[in-house]
C-alpha cells in the first residue's frame, strides 16, 4: 500500500491505534459543524473499515496522517472513489479531516498537495475533484489554495442528503492534470 511523504507528514496506511483518536475528533462539533452529525464510536470505526478496505483494494485512499516526532495520528487526507452518481461521476475526489489543534499548521495543505500529486502525476488520473457546503469556508478555500476551480454550473444537491435538507447544496471544484 502506498505511503506519502511530505516535509512534515506522513501519509500513511491506518493502524489501530488510529481508531480511539479517530472517534475523539468525529466527536468534536468543531470538527463536524458542516457534517449533518457528530459521529458515535461505533460510526467512526465503521468508517475506519470502509477506508481501509478502499486502501486495501486500490493500494490508494484516505491515508492517516502522523505528524513523526509531534503526533502519531492527526486526521486524515487522500482520494477517495466517489461513492454516488451525480452529474460529474466517474470521479476520484480529495478529501481532509483533521483534528482541531493541528488546523491553522498548513498540514492539510501540506497533505493534499501530495495526494493530488499522487493522484494526477503516478497514478495518472485525468482529474481530481473536490466537494462541501457553500459554509464550509475553510473547505473550499483550502481547495482554492491547491489551484483547483469552481464553475458555478457544476454545483449539485449530495444525493445522500433529503430534500429540503440545509447541507444538501454542494460546491464542485476540479483540478486537471497539467499536460490534458
Ligand atoms: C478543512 C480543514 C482540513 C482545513 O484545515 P486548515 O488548517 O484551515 O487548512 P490548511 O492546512 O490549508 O492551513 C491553512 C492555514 O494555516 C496557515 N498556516 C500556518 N502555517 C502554515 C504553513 N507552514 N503552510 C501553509 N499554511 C500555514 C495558513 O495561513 C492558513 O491560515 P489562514 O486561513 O488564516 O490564512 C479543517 O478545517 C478541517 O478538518 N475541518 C473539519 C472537517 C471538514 O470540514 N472537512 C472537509 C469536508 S468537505
Given at each position: 500500500m502506498v505511503q506519502l511523504h511530505t516535509q512534515r507528514l506522513l501519509l500513511r496506511p491506518w493502524q489501530s491505534a488510529d481508531a480511539e483518536l479517530f472517534a475523539a475528533m468525529n466527536a468534536d462539533s468543531a470538527v463536524m459543524e458542516h457534517f449533518p452529525a457528530c459521529l458515535t464510536r461505533a460510526e467512526s470505526d465503521a468508517m475506519i473499515e470502509r477506508i481501509s478496505n478502499h486502501m486495501t483494494t486500490?493500494?490508494?485512499?484516505l491515508w492517516a496522517l502522523e505528524a513523526p516526532t509531534l503526533a502519531p495520528f492527526i486526521g486524515f487526507c487522500g482520494l477517495w472513489t466517489v461513492s454516488f452518481d451525480a452529474p460529474f461521476t466517474p470521479a476520484v475526489e480529495i478529501g481532509w479531516r483533521l483534528a482541531r489543534p493541528f488546523w491553522d499548521n498548513g498540514y492539510a495543505f501540506e497533505a493534499a498537495q501530495a495526494a493530488l500529486a499522487f493522484g494526477l502525476d503516478t497514478l495518472g488520473l485525468p482529474e481530481i475533484v473536490s466537494f462541501t457546503i457553500p459554509a464550509n469556508v475553510r473547505s473550499w478555500r483550502l481547495m482554492e489554495r491547491l489551484g483547483m476551480t469552481h464553475n458555478p454550473i457544476d454545483d449539485f444537491d449530495h444525493p445522500r442528503l433529503p430534500e429540503?435538507?440545509?447541507?444538501?447544496r454542494h460546491v464542485l471544484y476540479r483540478k486537471q492534470r497539467a499536460n490534458l
Open positions: 486500490k493500494g490508494w485512499g429540503g435538507h440545509p447541507m444538501r
